[in-house]
C-alpha cells in the first residue's frame, strides 16, 4: 500500500462522513484503542500508516472496507451480493476519490504467497514528540511551495542571529587534527574533569571524574540513562507539562511515565501533593526538569527540598534535567536538587547547546552523584550502554573546557538589556494584552507557556489551533498537547527572535484570535 493512496482515501471518507481527527480519538477512547491525535495526524498527513488492527478500527469507524482503505482496487463500501450472481469484473467505485490515479502496490509476491509487511514497533506507540511533528511537517510542506513561514516552535538560537563565541570556534578549528579518532567511552579527560570541576561549583555532593560522561546532546544520554534503568512496568513521575523527550525515553524502554502536574497558579513549581499521590511501589525515580522547559520556571529551594524529602522517604532516584541552568534572569540563582540530596543516588544533565548557543554541536553531559553504593548494578547498565555507542562527537567535546572556563557570554543576554531578557519582558506583556490569552513570566530558558480561553475561542483541538494558526499567519508554535499537557488551552512560544519579529508575529496572532473560533 502505498502511504499516499491511504493517506487520499483516509481524507476522502473523512469528509464523505464529515468527520474530524479528533472524532477518531474519541472513539478509540470509547473502544479500548490505544490511539492520539499525533498518531491520526501523521495517517492523514500521509507520514505513516497504521497498524493492521489500527487499519481495522479506521475503516469500521469510517463504515469503509478496510482493503478499500489499505489501497486495493475494490469498491469503498460493502456490498451485499445477490444469491447466485457473479461479482462484477469491475467493481463500481465512487470516481471522486480518483482510485486510480497511481497502481495499487502488489500485494503477493512473484509465487503468489501473500507480500510480508513491516510495520513500525508497538513501542512507538505511546512515543510522542510533536516539537517535531505533524504541523512541522506541514510547515516543511508549505516552505516547499516557497511559502515564508516564523518559526517559533524550537529552541534553536543559530537562526534567530545568536553566534557562538569566537573562541571556542577558534579553539575547535585548532585541535581539529587531534580529533579525528575515537575518545574514551565516557570522553575526553580534558571534557570530562571541566566538567566534573563545574559540578563541584554546583555543589554536587560525592562526584568524581569517573561520574561523568559526555554525550550527543542531553537527548542521547536521557534515552541511555532510562533504557539502563528500567523493565516493563516500571514508573517514573515526569512533571506535566514537560520536555516530550523523557516520556518517550521511559515509554521506549518499557516503563510507564506517570505524569505528576505543575501549578501554573503557583509559578508553575510542581505540585507535590499531586506527587506524592502518584508514588507506587513500581515507582523508580523522580524527574525533574528546572529551569523548566516548556514554561521557563525556575524551582526556588524550599520547593526541591521537598522532593528530595519526598524521594528521600519512598527511596527514589531522582534525574534533574538542567540544561538551562545558566539562562537565569531577575537576578535569580538556580539551585541543583542534587546539592540538596547527598544520601540520594541522582543524575543531574546539562551541556552547551543553549548557553553557548551551538545547538548543533551535540554537548552534552550527565554526572552522577550521592549515594552510589545503591546504584552499582544501574551504574554497571549505564557503563555497557556507554561502551556500545563507542563515544560522543569528539570534536565538540574538545571545547568544553575552553566553554565552561572562558567569558560567558550568554550573561550578556540575560540582564536588562539584553537580547534574552528583553525579548522575554516583551513576549511576555504582548501576550497578556491579548484578549483571552494569559501567561506566566517566564524566569529563564527562552520560552513561555501562554494559556488560550477556550471557551472563548472554542478549542476542542489544540493540534487543530496550531494548525489554524500556521495556515492563516504562517506561524509556527508547539501545541500544549506536545509537552504532554492535560487539556488543549496552551501552546508555546520560543522567544528567541528579535523584537521586531515577535512584535510581527503578536500582531499577526492578535488578529488571528478576533476572529478565530474552533
Known amino acids: 500500500m502505498g502511504e499516499a493512496t491511504f493517506a487520499s482515501r483516509l481524507n476522502s471518507a473523512m469528509s464523505l462522513r464529515h468527520m474530524k481527527q479528533v472524532d477518531f480519538v474519541r472513539a478509540a477512547d470509547g473502544s479500548g484503542v490505544r490511539l492520539g491525535k499525533s498518531h491520526i495526524s501523521q495517517y492523514v498527513s500521509g507520514k505513516t500508516t497504521p497498524r493492521p488492527d489500527i487499519m481495522r478500527f479506521l475503516a469500521e469507524t469510517l ?33 471522486s476519490l480518483n482510485l486510480h490515479a497511481s497502481a495499487p502496490e502488489s500485494t503477493s509476491s512473484s509465487k503468489g504467497h501473500p507480500m510480508r509487511r513491516f510495520n513500525k514497533s508497538t513501542k512507538l506507540d505511546n512515543v510522542l ?12 510542506r508549505m516552505e516547499a511551495t516557497g511559502t515564508h ?79 539502563a534503568l528500567l523493565d516493563n512496568g516500571d514508573e517514573v513521575l515526569i512533571p506535566s507539562p514537560d520536555y516530550p523527550l523523557w516520556t518517550a525515553c521511559v515509554n521506549l524502554a518499557g516503563g510507564t511515565a506517570v505524569h505528576y502536574l505543575c501549578d501554573e497558579q503557583s509559578e508553575w513549581y510542581p505540585d507535590i501533593d499531586d506527587m506524592r499521590s502518584k508514588i507506587t511501589d513500581k515507582t523508580k525515580a523522580i524527574v525533574v526538569i528546572n529551569p523548566n522547559n516548556p514554561t521557563g520556571a525556575l524551582y526556588p529551594k524550599e520547593v526541591l527540598q521537598q522532593i528530595v524529602d519526598l524521594a528521600r522517604e519512598h ?16 537576578g535569580l540563582q538556580h539551585i541543583s536538587i542534587a546539592s540538596l540530596a547527598p544520601d540520594l543516588f541522582c543524575v543531574t544533565f546539562s551541556g552547551l547547546s543553549k548557553s553557548h548557543m551551538i545547538a548543533g554541536y551535540r554537548v552534552g553531559w550527565m554526572v552522577l552523584s550521592g549515594n552510589k553504593n545503591v546504584a552499582k548494578d544501574y551504574i554497571e547498565g549505564i557503563n555497557m550502554l556507554t561502551n556500545m555507542r563507542i563515544c560522543s562527537n569528539v570534536p565538540a567535546q574538545s571545547i568544553v573546557q575552553t566553554a565552561l572556563g572562558g567569558h560567558q557570554s550568554v550573561n550578556d543576554y540575560i540582564v536588562p538589556g539584553g537580547r534574552i531578557y528583553e525579548q522575554r519582558d516583551y513576549i511576555y506583556n504582548a501576550l497578556n494584552s491579548i484578549p483571552g490569552v494569559t501567561a506566566v513570566k517566564p524566569k529563564a530558558a527562552f520560552y513561555i507557556f501562554p494559556k488560550l480561553d477556550v471557551k472563548k475561542f472554542n478549542i476542542s483541538d489544540d493540534e487543530q489551533f496550531a494548525l489554524d494558526l500556521l495556515h492563516d499567519e504562517r506561524i509556527l508554535i ?41
Request: net charge negative.
Open 63 to 95: 463504515n469503509v472496507r478496510e482493503d478499500w482503505l489499505a489501497g486495493k482496487d475494490v469498491p469503498m463500501e460493502h456490498e451485499p451480493v445477490e444469491p447466485d450472481s457473479e461479482p462484477p469484473r469491475h467493481p463500481a467505485v465512487d470516481p
Open 129 to 140: 514528540y510533536d516539537v517535531r511533528g505533524p504541523v512541522v511537517d506541514e510547515a516543511a
Open 149 to 227: 513561514v516564523l518559526k517559533l516552535n524550537i529552541g534553536n538560537p543559530a537562526p534567530f542571529g545568536f553566534r557562538t563565541p569566537d573562541e571556542v570556534i577558534y579553539d575547535m578549528a585548532h585541535q581539529l587534527p587531534e580529533c579525528e579518532g575515537y575518545s574514551a567511552s565516557k570522553g575526553l579527560f580534558s571534557a570530562r574533569k571541566a566538567i566534573m570541576q563545574y559540578a563541584q561549583l554546583k555543589n554536587l555532593p560525592n562526584v568524581s571524574i569517573d561520574d561523568i560522561y559526555t554525550g550527543n546532546g542531553v537527548s542521547e544520554l536521557i534515552n541511555l540513562s532510562m533504557s
Open 315 to 330: 527511596q527514589l532516584m531522582i534525574f534533574s534535567d538542567e540544561i538551562y541552568d545558566r539562562l537565569v534572569m531577575d
Open 478 to 518: 508547539t501545541r500544549g498537547g506536545g509537552f504532554n499537557w492535560h487539556e488543549p488551552d496552551h501552546f508555546r512560544i520560543v522567544y528567541l527572535p528579535r523584537i521586531e519579529v515577535l512584535k510581527d508575529a503578536t500582531t499577526k496572532l492578535t488578529e488571528f484570535l478576533s476572529y478565530y473560533r474552533q
